[in-house]
């Protein structure tokens, strides 16, 4: 969920279409009780 408090995290690199990275970050934000 985003609110006022929600940071924004980049993945660079190309190609990406074969990244998980935004599931394992959304993964350890919600661990680390991070917005």
């Given at each position: 969920m985003v609110s006022g408090f929600t940071?924004?995290?980049a993945v660079i690199g190309h190609p990406i279409t074969q990244v998980k990275?935004?599931?394992n970050f959304?993964?350890?934000f919600a661990?680390?009780?991070?917005d």
């Open positions: 940071q924004v995290v990275s935004p599931e959304n993964r350890f661990d680390q009780q991070m």
